[in-house]
């Protein structure tokens, strides 16, 4: 999962949820649209190519994230805010 809630939200003990999207290695996910977003193997950690799936962005409680695997780069967190306006229809 990409945590893309802001880092005030995510560092403030009472606050318990988290803004995530969710990532795929289905390859069958690559083919959906401007709501998925590919993620090379390699990049931010991740060991294959994977699918950002902006279209399924969720809250989860804090407690359920356990480990950073790594970040993101400038233009593959571009991508992904993209790819949650095109799913929710933001200018």
């Known amino acids: 999962m990409i945590v893309m809630s802001h880092d005030g939200f995510n560092e403030t003990p009472a ?12 390859a069958s996910q ?17 060991p294959r190519t994977s699918f950002a799936v902006c279209h399924q962005v969720t809250t989860l409680d804090r ?13 593959i967190l571009r991508e992904v805010e993209e790819g949650l306006k095109a799913a929710m229809d933001l200018d």
């Open 15 to 26: 606050w318990r949820s988290i803004i995530v999207v969710p990532i795929s290695t289905s």
């Open 30 to 46: 690559g083919k959906r649209g401007p709501t998925v977003i590919e993620v090379p193997g390699g990049t931010g950690g991740l």
């Open 63 to 75: 407690s359920k994230v356990t480990r950073k695997i790594g970040a993101l780069p400038a233009e």
